[in-house]
């Protein structure tokens, strides 16, 4: 099904990498779509960060550097359990 729209399906794991908080995005970033192309032949279409607690400085850099700088999507997932209980409080709240 996803190949009549152009889109293929993974071939194995995804290449995880481990980055560090505190040091060069955008250096790691490059080495994730490095890593991503050398183990599909082929262009990463989708990023997917996970933080451990609602850091919204470290979201803006890597939304910028994702988005902006290489132009690959990005999603950042916050892995903490009062991260999703705010989230779910944020949009079940009435208008």
């Known amino acids: 099904m996803f190949q009549?729209?152009?889109i293929g399906t993974p071939?194995?794991?995804?290449?995880?990498f481990h980055g560090n908080p505190?040091?060069?995005?955008?250096a790691s970033v490059a080495e994730l779509l490095s890593k991503a192309h050398?183990?599909?032949?082929?262009?990463?279409?989708?990023?997917?960060?996970?933080?451990?607690?609602s850091v919204e400085i470290t979201y803006r850099v890597i939304k910028n550097?994702?988005?902006?700088?290489f132009g690959v999507a990005?999603?950042?997932m916050c892995t903490c359990?009062?991260?999703?209980?705010?989230?779910v409080r944020l949009t079940s709240e009435p208008q």
């Open 11 to 16: 071939r194995g794991e995804p290449p995880i």
């Open 38 to 53: 050398d183990t599909y032949g082929c262009r990463a279409d989708l990023l997917i960060f996970l933080q451990h607690g």
């Open 65 to 69: 550097v994702c988005d902006i700088q």
């Open 22 to 26: 505190h040091g060069d995005f955008k």
């Open 81 to 87: 359990p009062t991260c999703f209980l705010a989230s």
């Open 74 to 76: 990005s999603q950042g």
């Open 4 to 6: 009549l729209l152009g």
